[in-house]
């Protein structure tokens, strides 16, 4: 894929991710219940702030970052969830899954960034947040 291409994925992946984490949020149950409602949270201000930091370097190549939900929907590698109760151990794996998800990606934009440097950086970052949230999410499944 093209870096465009990949970016507009990932800002729909992203925003897509900011909702699906407030179910998550919203609907955890079980043991744990506070820390890990908690960290879903972080997770979801997080998201959206990488929302808006890829987005904005879209602008900057002179590119339009999609902005409908429609295209999110279309656009993105994820799936919406139900509305229901997810046990913490449901909710760590697919915090597992997601970020081990969003890595993939951001590996693969750096890969099709050339000699775009401020992109690369981007995805550096990106990488090592998402790292460290698959290194947690991995504990948790001890």
Not at 15 to 20: E, G, M, P, S, Y
Not at 73 to 98: N, R
């Amino acid at each position: 894929m093209k870096k465009l291409d990949i970016m507009r994925q990932l800002v729909a992946d992203l925003a897509l991710l900011n909702t699906k984490f407030h179910n998550l949020h919203w609907n955890v149950k079980g043991p744990r219940f506070v820390p890990v409602h908690e960290a879903l949270e972080d997770m979801y201000d997080e998201f959206f702030a990488q929302y808006d930091e890829v987005a904005e370097r879209m602008r900057m190549l002179g590119s339009y970052a999609p902005a409908a939900l429609k295209d999110y929907l279309s656009l993105s590698q994820f799936s919406e969830l139900p509305e229901k109760d997810y046990d913490v151990k449901e909710v760590v794996e697919i915090v597992h899954e997601t970020y081990t998800t969003l890595k993939a990606t951001v590996q693969e934009l750096r890969d099709a960034s050339g000699d775009d440097a401020v992109t690369a950086a981007l995805c550096d970052d990106l990488e090592g947040a998402y790292d460290k949230r698959i290194w947690f999410a991995a504990q948790q499944l001890k």
